[in-house]
């Protein structure tokens, strides 16, 4: 299988966690892209997602998987299915809890984009600010659910890791760690991991 990603991509990471954590990273060639909204990579959207988004997951057979949940569900089931339980109430609170946190990924990277991208007269301020506030709202909700931050590891936990670092790549100055205690204690046990440690996005 290939794995199509960025290092920097949050959403990258949280699929290589995965692929770490169920023992499958080792079936899998990492291969590096380059995705900027208002820049052209057609031979990617062409070959691979025409949605011009990573990751994509190309399998042996040539089957494209994009969008990162899906491709971690697929992975799960691969693996034995440790990341997303298999039924009941545990079943929709991970879904439903990872929905929550790729919402507050995508807010954040809207900001990344807004400022890295969008030319400097026509940024919104705003719409920056509406954004980043879904974020932070969101991680208010997680830093409240302790059942979750100590249960067993789910694929919404790899999730806020993601988020929390992709806090600390683009936002270094957000002060998430003082605003949130308990965030700061489950990211310190989750970089315990070695998936976690891996793949932490590299200096920009
Ligand atoms: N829902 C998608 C979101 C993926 C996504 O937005 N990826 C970003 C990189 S972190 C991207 O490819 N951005 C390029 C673009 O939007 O042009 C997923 O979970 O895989």
């Not at 909204?37 to 025409?50: E, I, K, L, S, T």
């Not at 991970?94 to 929905?99: E, F, K, L, T, Y």
Request: hydrophobic fraction near 45%; proline fraction near 6%.
């Amino acid at each position: 299988m290939k794995l199509y990603f960025s290092p920097a991509s949050p959403f990258a990471r949280k699929v290589r966690i995965a692929a770490i954590e169920l023992g499958l990273i080792d079936k899998i060639e990492l291969v590096g892209v380059s995705v900027v909204p208002g820049q052209a990579n057609d031979a990617y959207m062409h070959d691979v997602n025409p949605l011009k988004k990573l990751p994509a997951l190309v399998l042996d057979s040539g089957e494209v998987i994009v969008d990162s949940y899906v491709i971690a569900e697929y992975l799960d089931e691969l693996g034995g299915g440790k990341l997303i339980p298999a039924s009941g109430a545990q079943r929709w609170r991970v879904r439903s809890d990872h929905s929550l946190l790729q919402g507050m990924t995508d807010s954040m990277l809207l900001c990344r984009y807004e400022k890295l991208v969008r030319p400097t007269d026509l940024f919104w301020q705003g719409w920056y600010d509406d954004h980043w506030n879904r974020a932070w709202t969101g991680m208010a909700r997680f830093n409240a659910d302790t059942a979750m931050l100590e249960g067993p590891l789910t694929l919404s936990q790899i999730a806020l890791v993601c988020v929390l670092g992709y806090a600390d790549f683009r936002f270094p100055d957000c002060g998430w760690r003082a605003a949130y205690p308990n965030l700061d204690a489950f990211h310190q046990r989750m970089m315990q991991r070695e998936s976690v440690k891996v793949s932490v996005p590299p200096p920009a």
